[in-house]
C-alpha cells in the first residue's frame, strides 16, 4: 500500500542550487497537489494538477515550477533555491478534481524536508 | 478576514477531559467542509467529513453552522493519543475550481 510516494525525504540545497521533488500515486487518482507548510502559516497550496495535462497555481506559486509527467507522477522544480524556499514539501492526490463539491480527502505523502542555506 | 481561521492553541486537557475547537470560513459559497489531522512532523490525514446535520464517529462529533460560518469539533474522553494538530479544511467549491483550504490547524495536547 504505497499510496503517496515523494522524494527525497530530505535535502540540504545552497541559494541558486537547483533540485526537483519527485512524486508519484498508486491510486489512480486524477488530481494531484503540491504544498508547502511552515511554521505558523499552515499548509498553503503551491500548484496544483486537476487532471493529466493540466497545471494551475496555487496560492504561492513563485520559484517554482511543476510537470505533471503523466498520472501517476507529478514533480515540483526549484530552478534557483532561495533561503525562503526552506520548508516541508507536501504532495498530495485525490481522486476527484478540486472544483468538486465531494472532493474532501486528500492523501498526502510523508513530506520532503528542505533546507536552502 | 482570511479564508479559514482557527484559534492556535495550544490546547492542554487531562485525559478524560472534552474540548472543542472551532473554525470560520469566509466564502458562504463553501459546499464542504472537513477535519483533518496531523501528527508531529507527519503529513496530515483525513479525521472525517462534516455534515449539514452534524456527524458523529465514535468520540468525535463535527458541527457545521452555514448562517454563522462556522464548524466545530467536539472530543469527548480525551485520550493521550488524540494529542496531535487538528486542521479546518473547507472546499470553496463553486468559487472557480478553488481547491481545498486549509486552516493553520489548532494543536492540542492531553496530559495524562
Known amino acids: 500500500n504505497a499510496g503517496v510516494t515523494q522524494t527525497p525525504k530530505f535535502q540540504v540545497l545552497k541559494t541558486g542550487q537547483s533540485m526537483t521533488l519527485q512524486c508519484a500515486q498508486d491510486?489512480?487518482?486524477?488530481?494531484m497537489y503540491w504544498y508547502r507548510q511552515d511554521p505558523g502559516m499552515g499548509l498553503r497550496l503551491i500548484y496544483y494538477s486537476a487532471s493529466e495535462g493540466t497545471t494551475d497555481k496555487g496560492e504561492v506559486p513563485n520559484g517554482y515550477n511543476v510537470s505533471r509527467l503523466n498520472k501517476r507522477e507529478f514533480s515540483l522544480r526549484l530552478e534557483s533555491a532561495a533561503p525562503s524556499q526552506t520548508s516541508v514539501y507536501f504532495c498530495?492526490?485525490?481522486?476527484w478534481g478540486p472544483g468538486a463539491a465531494n472532493t474532501g480527502e486528500l492523501f498526502f505523502g510523508e513530506g520532503s524536508r528542505l533546507t536552502v542555506l | 478576514r482570511k479564508e479559514v481561521e482557527q484559534d492556535p492553541g495550544p490546547f492542554n486537557v487531562p485525559e478524560g477531559a472534552t474540548v472543542a475547537f472551532n473554525c470560520t470560513y469566509s466564502n458562504s459559497a463553501s459546499q464542504s467542509f472537513f477535519w483533518y489531522r496531523q501528527d508531529c512532523r507527519k503529513e496530515p490525514k483525513l479525521l472525517m467529513s462534516?455534515?449539514?446535520s452534524g456527524n458523529e464517529d465514535g468520540r468525535f462529533t463535527a458541527q457545521l453552522n452555514r448562517a454563522s460560518q462556522y464548524i466545530s469539533l467536539l472530543i469527548r474522553d480525551s485520550k493521550l493519543s488524540d494529542s496531535a494538530t487538528y486542521l479546518c479544511?473547507?472546499?470553496?467549491?463553486?468559487?472557480?475550481?478553488?481547491?481545498?483550504?486549509f486552516g493553520k490547524g489548532t494543536r492540542l495536547s492531553v496530559i495524562a
Open positions: 479544511v473547507v472546499n470553496m467549491g463553486s468559487a472557480g475550481n478553488t481547491p481545498l483550504v
Open positions: 498530495a492526490s485525490s481522486e
Open positions: 462534516v455534515y449539514s
Open positions: 491510486m489512480n487518482h486524477n488530481s
